[in-house]
Each structure stands twice: as structure tokens, then as C-alpha cells.
């Protein structure tokens, strides 16, 4: 019986420090290469009603979804899946408001977000936003 105890000891310490390790790589990992990451919005220039594509990298966990904010309002079609054959995940984002958008991706507890200056848009969406023919050929631009 006596035997066992100190056994019972030296695995409960074994255990406990192989948890400290564990805790201290996970919390001293870079969290950039994390879950998300490297959030991107296409475009320059942007505007109110222009349409751009968020872009964020999933490096570890395809299987949890992420969530698209902009100034901690959801992004319509938020979340989204992963696909797991890729380590990109994209969400489309219309800005409604001029000024500053904090746009932020998050995946479980990890996050990562950047800020974008949006303008207010002048004329009809069509041809301020870049898109078309309506930059090109300046008769063609309202």
C-alpha cells in the first residue's frame, strides 16, 4: 500500500508539469499563424455601397466557422465555414456608413482585425465604384 502512494505522486506531479508545458507553448505560440489570421479587404479607395471581398487565412482549425465584423456588428452571410481543402476564408462586405471600420475576423478565441477609412461615395454606386466602363471612358461616367 505504501508503495503505491508515492507512485500515485510522482505521476500526479508528472502530469501537472506536462500541463504547465503545454499551457505555456500554447500561450506563448505567435498568434498570427494561429486559428485566423492575416485579414485583408480587397480594394483601395473605398466607399460607401462598394462591394469588397474580406479575405482571412485558417491555418489550424477548418472545422470551426468564422465570424465577419464590422464595427462589431456581424457581416451579412456571417459566419462562415472554412473550406477544407483551403486556408483562405472570404466574406463579401458592403460598407453603409462612411468613416472609420473596424473590420475583424474571429475563430473560436482567436481574432484578428484591421481598420479600414471608407469615404462617402459621390454619384450613382455603379460608376464611383471603379467598377465597369465608367472609369475608363470618362462620356460614359454620371
Not at 21 to 35: G, K, N, R
Not at 86 to 101: E, F, L, Q, R, Y
Request: aromatic share 4%; charged share 10%.
Amino acid at each position: 500500500m505504501n508503495v503505491q502512494k508515492p507512485r500515485a505522486g510522482r505521476v500526479g506531479i508528472g502530469l501537472t508539469t506536462f500541463g504547465a508545458m503545454a499551457a505555456t507553448i500554447v500561450l506563448t505560440a505567435p498568434q498570427a499563424s494561429a486559428w485566423v489570421g492575416n485579414l485583408e479587404v480587397s480594394g483601395t479607395g473605398h466607399k460607401v455601397g462598394c462591394q469588397y471581398t474580406l479575405t482571412a487565412s485558417v491555418e489550424i482549425d477548418r472545422l470551426s466557422t468564422v465570424k465577419f465584423t464590422d464595427n462589431g456588428t456581424d457581416i451579412p452571410g456571417s459566419p462562415v465555414s472554412p473550406s477544407l481543402l483551403s486556408n483562405k476564408v472570404s466574406i463579401k462586405w458592403t460598407p453603409t456608413t462612411a468613416g472609420s471600420h473596424t473590420l475583424s475576423a474571429r475563430q473560436l478565441l482567436i481574432s484578428d482585425s484591421i481598420t479600414v477609412q471608407v469615404a462617402a461615395s459621390s454619384g450613382n454606386s455603379g460608376s464611383s465604384c471603379g467598377g465597369g466602363l465608367g472609369g475608363l471612358i470618362p462620356s460614359l461616367s454620371g
